[in-house]
């Protein structure tokens, strides 16, 4: 998917939400409308109001995307060259409006080199949908699959319960790192990262908000880099509409085979933390 899909794409989510916010604002009208007692009638303006507005900013934007999507640069599809992704020094990584967890990473000049998708399927994603707004889908088990065009180059996995480990799969579904997630301490936004065999190999430290994190490696050399809803200069008209952040890649420090289990880890943590 190039920017223009994704600003497509976008548009029709936030239309959606805006469409159903106006319909309840509606609803809301005619109960205010036909309401005897005074209190009742007050909150119902009040909530109508608020829905309102919420529906008409959802609506707008989404105009706004889907014009985006027709006047950005037009680029190629899905990159289905490996080394856009794994050789990258910066990427856009992306989320979508979506009732499922979704991301994307997009090179600067606007081609997506890899996209996270949650892999849930059919009348499932309801369930999930639902499990997400009532807060206990954090909880649950994930799988996750990453993909290059037609090409799958990771499966994750996340763990139920408390413990909330990451865990990554190549495309042959052979374990190759795990992220130990933390939840214990609330300032803090931070993973320990292990190789195949449990051993510690990098960790990254979010602070607070995570508004820049760093992964390091044992070495503590920094590997990557995340500025949270930063867009470069250099890339501003392709991504201004976009809810993105920048990730520096400095794999140079690097063994090659070590690239796959660090890669993903501003995926990680966007999807445990966000």
Not at 112 to 125: M, P, Q, T
Not at 195 to 212: T, V, W, Y
Request: with cysteine; proline share 2%; net charge positive.
């Amino acid at each position: 998917m190039n920017i223009n899909k994704y600003y497509n794409k976008s548009a029709k989510a936030y239309i959606i939400i805006g469409v159903i916010q106006l319909s309840l604002a509606l609803i809301l009208l005619y109960f205010y409308l036909t309401a005897n007692d005074s209190e009742t009638a007050l909150d119902l303006l009040f909530s109508m109001i608020m829905c309102f507005i919420g529906g008409t900013a959802f609506f707008i934007f989404g105009i706004a995307q889907r014009k985006w999507s027709k006047t950005k640069f037009r680029k190629n599809n899905l990159s289905s060259n490996e080394e856009d992704f794994f050789q990258a020094s910066r990427l856009m990584l992306i989320p979508y409006v979506h009732w499922l967890r979704e991301y994307e990473y997009f090179s600067l000049n606007g081609n997506s080199v890899a996209r996270i998708r949650e892999d849930v399927e059919g009348w499932r994603k309801f369930i999930t949908f639902f499990l997400h707004l009532i807060g206990l889908r954090h909880f649950l088990k994930k799988s996750f699959i990453v993909e290059n065009g037609e090409k799958t180059l990771f499966y994750l996995e996340k763990s139920r319960g408390f413990t909330q480990y990451f865990e990554i799969f190549n495309a042959d579904k052979v374990l190759i790192a795990s992220y130990k997630m933390n939840i214990f301490n609330p300032v803090k936004q931070y993973a320990v990262i292990h190789d195949e065999k449990g051993n510690i190999i990098g960790k990254n430290d979010g602070g607070f908000s995570a508004q820049n994190f760093k992964v390091i490696n044992n070495n503590g050399d920094k590997v990557i880099e995340l500025k949270y809803q930063g867009i470069p200069m250099e890339a501003m008209e392709t991504f201004s509409g976009t809810n993105g952040d920048i990730v520096d890649f400095n794999f140079h420090v690097l063994p090659e085979r070590e690239v796959p289990k660090f890669i993903l880890a501003p995926v990680i943590i966007q999807l445990h933390f966000r």
